[in-house]
């Protein structure tokens, strides 16, 4: 099992503006997934990706995948105030755990 | 279908006690993990079910931490004489491995737990 490392650790914007969070890696992997969790409850999938796709979008959700540099990108656009979470990546390789690491926080004020 | 369902949603408990905490996954679902977060903190991985295999227990902090899964599906993390720095919220996932191992996990609600 390996655990992402997601960074930045914290990011305060604004509304409406775009929320760029990174994610680095170091073995292998089948595919990346990106997850949110609110209020110190259960995370929610947000979104996977598979290690042959380079990007993915799902509504105002860019997440692309580059696996020559180990890494993935989570963009979130135009954001909300209800977008405060935290964000936490997880790659992940066949027949292992999956697991987080400590996330990025955002912080989204109107 | 139920998502994944926790109890007790909260526990407090005096230093020393043991407590047992229960996860009942999504019907069908092979692979079980529990996790620990501390106020404020990533996730900590403890513990990973899948099917009839070994668990992983490479996450489980101390001896006092144990786990089982019984007949593949309800699991119950047992904490042995607690203590202060055991307080945090206790969160249990469950998946459907697939091949070439895609699994989104589904989350529980957490079990809080205070040692006291």
């Known amino acids: 099992s390996q655990q992402g490392e997601e960074d930045p650790q914290a990011l305060s914007i604004q509304e409406g503006e775009n929320a760029t969070m990174n994610c680095s890696y170091k073995t292998s992997i089948n595919n990346l997934q990106w997850y949110r969790q609110n209020s110190g409850r259960g995370l929610v999938h947000l979104i996977l990706?598979?290690?042959?796709?380079r990007e993915k979008h799902s509504g105002r959700l860019r997440v692309t995948l580059d696996t020559s540099k180990k890494s993935s990108s989570l963009l979130i656009t135009a954001s909300r105030a209800a977008d405060t979470a935290s964000y936490f990546c997880?790659?992940?390789?066949?027949?292992?755990?999956?697991?987080f690491g400590k996330g990025t926080t955002l912080s989204v004020s109107s | 279908g139920a998502g994944v369902s926790q109890s007790p949603s909260n526990k407090v408990t005096e230093k020393g006690k043991d407590v047992e905490l229960r996860c009942d996954p999504i019907s069908g679902h092979t692979a079980l993990y529990w996790y620990r977060q501390s106020l404020g903190q990533g996730l900590e991985f403890l513990i990973y079910?899948?099917?009839?295999?070994?668990?992983?227990k490479s996450g489980l902090p101390s001896d006092r931490f144990s786990a089982e899964r019984t007949g593949g599906s309800v699991s119950t993390l047992t904490i042995q004489r607690t203590q202060q720095e055991d307080s945090a919220v206790y969160l249990c996932a469950s998946s459907l491995v697939q091949a070439g191992g895609s699994e989104t996990q589904y989350f529980g609600p957490g079990t809080r737990l205070l040692v006291l």
């Open positions: 990706i598979r290690s042959n796709e």
């Open positions: 997880a790659p992940n390789q066949a027949g292992t755990a999956l697991i």
């Open positions: 079910f899948q099917g009839n295999s070994a668990p992983d």
